[in-house]
């Protein structure tokens, strides 16, 4: 389809090589609007979002979008709305809102999980993103055992949205690349150019959601630490021994004297 012209449709980078991406990484012509069943979905991508605008979307929400004109006077290049018109771009917003959005629903989730407001069931723990991860049932029952289940609830939460926005963010990557392999897609140098920016910005978003999370796990683990060390220092300093004390025990003492020391 031929974009960018006079009269015709803005190339928008992102926006296209994520959408042709999609299909081609579910076997669908490079412009489908078909939306991919569960039943015929088999890889990451279609198992994230039902079609190619929706993945489109959702990766121009990330990283955002610049509109793209060939015309060689730009004032013959202003057909379509405000985001067809040369130079128009559209700011992403990274993974951040992603993130807090995913734990936030994590949290209410394990909540309901943990509390027995629902059963850990197939269908109830499908409700978790969790990326790749699996969270089995028993892993629902020992947080219920668990004391201190709420703070382990809210960090389990937390590690599961991470693990989740980690793999969307490397699927909306890999959308952009295999869109940048497409032969018609390839011959726009513009294009390309603005692919491997939106893929390098990725990069950086993947790599800042890594740091955070070994940060945030190094100082989970430096305060779980020093919470432990701390409990062996009063029972050591205090140990409770238990005695065999009892009533009969101290009226007994009581009936013998003291012997004195010589």
């Known amino acids: ?94 993974f951040a809102p992603i993130l807090e959005e995913t734990t936030k629903e994590n949290t209410e989730q394990l909540v309901k999980l943990v509390n027995g407001t629902e059963q850990p069931n197939a269908t109830n723990l499908a409700k978790l993103k969790t990326g790749s991860l699996a969270i089995t049932a028993g892993v629902i029952r020992a947080l219920q055992r668990d004391p201190d289940n709420a703070a382990l609830t809210a960090r389990l939460a937390g590690e599961l949205a991470m693990a989740d926005t980690v793999e969307t963010a490397l699927i909306m990557r890999r959308m952009i690349v295999t869109g940048m392999s497409e032969p018609n897609a390839a011959a726009q140098n513009a294009a390309i150019e603005e692919g491997d920016r939106r893929v390098a910005a990725i990069d950086r978003e993947i790599t800042a959601l890594r740091n955070e999370m070994e940060l945030k796990r190094e100082l989970s683990r430096n305060s779980v630490l020093t919470i432990i060390e701390r409990e062996n220092g009063r029972v050591n300093s205090n140990p409770q021994t238990q005695s065999d004390d009892s009533t009969d025990n101290r009226i007994n003492r009581l009936a013998v004297p003291e012997t004195e020391n010589n």
């Open 1 to 94: 389809q031929k974009r960018g012209g006079q009269g015709q449709q803005a190339i928008r980078p992102t926006h296209d090589l994520t959408a042709a991406g999609f299909n081609m990484m579910n076997s669908l012509p490079v412009l489908s609007s078909d939306s991919v069943s569960s039943n015929s979905c088999n890889g990451g991508a279609c198992g994230k979002y039902a079609s190619a605008e929706e993945a489109a979307k959702a990766v121009v929400q990330v990283v955002g979008d610049s509109s793209l004109r060939t015309c060689s006077d730009a004032s013959q290049c202003t057909s379509g709305d405000d985001e067809q018109q040369p130079g128009a771009t559209q700011a992403g917003t990274g």
